[in-house]
């Protein structure tokens, strides 16, 4: 598997490109895990976000592509914010903490969210267990819960750690390849740019025409 490379092509095809938010509840550790994708370093004592996006132009599997990571609040008071990101993204780095029960609850319901929101029956992206480099007697969800929730979801799943690096470039890789797939087979964008256009010609057609008439 290649590594995130920095990519010399800066001016990338829309096809090329493809967005992903991560999301989970507060505390899960979605700004650590992203800013350890990006920068390769781990940063303990990170503020509450709000929303950050960030862009990465790397390669994978000898393509060029552009990476636009938005990382998303976790606080319920911003909920709204949150729901209104999941609409324009194609794919999402789903994460719990393997320390907080809790977290998979909310992993779950984002996961409900992002179905009724983008009205699909798929969702796009990866499942994350984040927080993997703690003690035995500190986890609190074990990997067949965490993997039995990706099956229901028909997600990859990776355990990673933020602190530690481990797994990181695997989960947002493996999330890149799945958007990269879904848009493969479903080029809405593509397909909706035409029709916007014939649908303005045709009106003025018909306008011409009433005046002609008149």
Not at 28 to 51: A, H, Q, W
Request: hydrophobic content about 30%; aromatic content about 6%.
């Amino acid at each position: 598997m290649n590594g995130p490379l920095e990519c010399e092509k800066p001016n990338l095809d829309w096809e090329d490109t493809n967005t992903k938010a991560v999301v989970g509840g507060g505390g899960v550790g979605k700004s650590c895990l992203t800013i350890r994708f990006l920068r390769n370093m781990f940063v303990e004592n990170y503020d509450p976000t709000t929303e950050e996006s960030y862009r990465k132009d790397l390669l994978l599997d000898d393509q060029a592509i552009t990476l636009e990571i938005l990382d998303t609040a976790g606080q319920e008071e911003y909920k709204i914010i949150r729901d209104r990101s999941f609409q324009k993204m194609d794919g999402f780095l789903c994460c719990y903490s393997v320390t907080s029960k809790a977290t998979i609850g909310e992993i779950r319901r984002d996961f409900q969210s992002i179905i009724k929101i983008k009205d699909t029956t798929q969702v796009v992206g990866v499942l994350i267990a984040n927080k993997c480099d703690v003690r035995e007697e500190e986890r609190a969800v074990s990997p067949e819960v965490g993997k039995e929730l990706a099956r229901e979801f028909n997600v990859p799943f990776v355990e990673t750690s933020a602190k530690t690096g481990e797994n990181v470039e695997l989960a947002f890789l493996t999330a890149a390849r799945e958007v990269r797939k879904w848009l493969k087979d479903h080029p809405r964008d593509k397909q909706k740019k035409p029709k916007k256009k014939k649908k303005k010609k045709r009106r003025g057609k018909k306008k011409s025409g009433c005046c002609e008439l008149m």
